[in-house]
């Protein structure tokens, strides 16, 4: 595995079932797929994406892997930590997302520096493509800074 020191924010998903929808990673240099997941460049993946898929670096990675991720590595949890607006980081990141309802395995929130959460209300968790969104949308805005 060849981890891209040349870009700020990586995007790691860990969707077994659900092809991922790259056009939700906003400001994302690199995104990973762990091991096992649905790939994102099935039909139904690239049509999801619009294609957007086939422009930026993707990978997979096992988690002993991901430990070497140059990144500081965050698990985006319902339950997490810290809230998205206590995430303090030198620009550079690595964000876990996992599979609504089952969400990221203990293995990677073991390896993770820090569980974060977005605060909702009305709602227990959010779609995966929802909360890469929120995710990135605010941290492209907010690290580094």
Do not use: W
């Amino acid at each position: 595995m060849c981890f891209s020191s040349e870009v700020d924010a990586v995007a790691i998903f860990t969707l077994k079932h659900e092809p991922m929808d790259a056009r939700t990673a906003f400001g994302i240099g690199m995104i990973i797929i762990t091991e096992g997941s649905a790939s994102p460049f099935s039909p139904k993946a690239v049509r999801a994406s619009m294609g957007s898929c086939l422009s930026v670096k993707i990978a997979t990675a096992s988690t002993s892997e991901l430990k070497h991720i140059p990144h500081p590595l965050f698990s985006l949890s319902p339950y997490g930590r810290l809230s998205l607006s206590e995430l303090r980081s030198s620009g550079r990141i690595a964000l876990c997302l996992g599979r609504e309802g089952t969400g990221i395995s203990p293995d990677l929130m073991r390896i993770s520096q820090e569980s974060v959460r977005i605060p909702i209300s009305g709602a227990e968790s959010l779609n995966v493509a929802v909360a890469a969104g929120i995710a990135m949308a605010y941290l492209s805005g907010h690290l580094g800074k």
